[in-house]
């Protein structure tokens, strides 16, 4: 064995040298490993005993990629391109041999190999546009010549991670091998040498392309099929003017658009803010005052108080990874009703082919009901879901408080309650926390983990990773009105509600919001909720637009008109009567109207966010900037391309925000009033990301 550097040795096995590189956590792209790469492969071409090479790692996967937290600084050590010109230029046939995920330059450089081998388990993609990038190490150019032209549009647009029997299916590589790995590529090379295989060099392979060329139909039917789910990012397009150079240049003019495109996008802000989105979504789960290695609590059983929308939608979280839950109503009838709209859930899902009929069986299996709390004697995790009401909150930890396991999190589903008073309500706070699960419960992302003052270390760990088990990304924030999403949302409603008594018309303001990148502003946000949630007519005194607007008996998408009309479709337009209804109100309260650009529109909606964003950071309820982006980007749809709104403020400049804000409060008031840590922040040119 040699030992070519900390990361990288070289064996030799028969006639076979085998480099095996070891750079934890994820065996990335850095510059010791692309270092090692390139003086193992050299070493094992000048070594007269070697015929033939493999490429193979330790730890839990093949190279991931490049090593992203690289980008952006001084290059060092040689470039991938270099590794991979000896690589491909090898007088020695090169073998890959995969396990866990080979991904962007690590699939790029099994693509530089002769051969390719990989575990069942393995899996295969080019997740570059994850990253607003293109994989920018010959994946473009390659990638089509194995899979063929369509496949590799889907998978660089999507960053789909494809499964190895796949990748056979598809040509991406050229064997599987049992569960040992080294064995089965040390035979497979001898086998390449004893029968004289060719050199395979991906670049010379050109078939599938060639059989594309022309074919312009081809690329503007698969733009069409992603355009809405990839409006307003730059990476799928340039991935697409790639792949289609792979198809109408040679190699290398293909390489030089690739390199163009990459070198474009890298120094980008899209890619900029989706790399860190990378990191923050990882970091959001490590929380600084709970040690790693602090005792889980075993969470096989939950119970659910409320079976109507948020308590069935919670319910089908766990049933999806098949823990049995238990929902509890006040009455059969509710029982039945809620359970029934989660089979139909179901259903429709399968309709779509996204689960087979036996899955909606397995998973309707693990759902039961009661009309008593007290069967939830016996469940590890108890979650109530009834509507906001502080008193029925209360009246129900206080039951759970005697019924319930010494050691059951008690949590509650609140979305703008005082946790702690729910909490005092029992003789164990520290079992009690909050887990706010957003609309619909069971399709989005985002769980808010809200610690109380007693919440114990324990509960919360559990919460965190029960969290990641059912899918959901977590971020813990504390106490305090709206906890951190519903805060930040509050400015940008208020804003949005005064811009249009002052000139700007409900849809001016979501087109300038969905031009930015939001799936929708907040009026439509508004119609689709229901305008008479927490509205009531008996007291409703036309106070608000949106009072009067329910008065009018316009609720929203399901009465047809709220902030827009809409037609059979659904589709929504622009109603002169909404207009005419806003124009009265703002007169009757005198304030004078006035033309209102895009600009103005984004500044009032997205400025006072941020600065809420800091008075939450002041306060301790988040615990850094980047779990406010994380919550932004999947509660409420930031676009991840603008990072969320703490990293575009940094984008926008801090201090130019502050200058905003003080100019605002001076004309408007307290609305705009900067935070004090902003302003400490400007002062002392302080990072609060690092
Ligand atoms: C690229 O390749 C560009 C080329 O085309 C062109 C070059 C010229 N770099 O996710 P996990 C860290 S772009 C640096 O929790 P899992 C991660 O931050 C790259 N660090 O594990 C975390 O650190 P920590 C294309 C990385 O088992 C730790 O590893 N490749 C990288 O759930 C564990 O990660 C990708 O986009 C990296 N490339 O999932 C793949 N990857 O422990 C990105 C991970 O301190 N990676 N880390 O928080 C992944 O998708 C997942 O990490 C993976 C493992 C599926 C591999």
Redesign the pocket.
Known sequence: MTAINDVTKLDIIENVGVITLNSP??N??SANVREGLDIGVKKAIENNDVQAIVIICEG??FI??????EFGKEPKGPS??EVQDVMENSPKPIIAAIH??A????L?VALTCHYRIAVKSAKCG???V??G?????G?TQRLPRLVGVEQALKMVTS?I?LPAEQCLKSGLIDKLSSDDLLNDSVSFAKEIISENQPLKKVRDINEKVEAAKGNDELFKNFRKSIERKTRGFLAPEYNIQCIEAAVNKPFDEGIKVERDL?IKLISGNQSAAQRYF??AQ??VA?IPDIPKETELLDIKKVGIIGAGTMGGGIAMNFANVGIPVTLVERSQERLDKGIGIIRKNYENTAAKGRITLEEVEKRMQCISGNISIDSLSDTDLIIEAVFENMDLKKEIFSKLDLIAKDNAILATNTSALDINEIAETTKRPENVIGLHFFSPANVMRLLEIVRGEKTSKQIIATSMVLAKNIGKTAALVGVCPGFVGNRILAQRQREANKLILEGALPWEIDDALFEFGFPMGPFAMSDLAGLDIGWDKETSRGETIREILCENERFGQKSGKGFYIYDENRNKLPDNDVEKIIQEFAENKQIKRREIEKDEILKRCLYPMINEGFKILDEGMAIRASDIDIIWINGYGWPIYEGGPMFYGNLIGYDKILSWLQEMEKEHGSDFSPSPYLEKVVGEKINIFS
Do not use: M, W
């Not at 991931?64 to 937290?69: K, L, Q």
């Not at 991904?103 to 690590?106: E, S």
């Open positions: 956590p994820v990335a792209l839990r996967t991931a990629g490049a090593d992203i937290s991938l391109f866990g995920t991904l962007g330059g690590g790029e080019l997740p570059e994850n990253l990038l293109l994989p920018g190490a994946g960053g991670h990459f990378f990191f990882r970091q490590k």
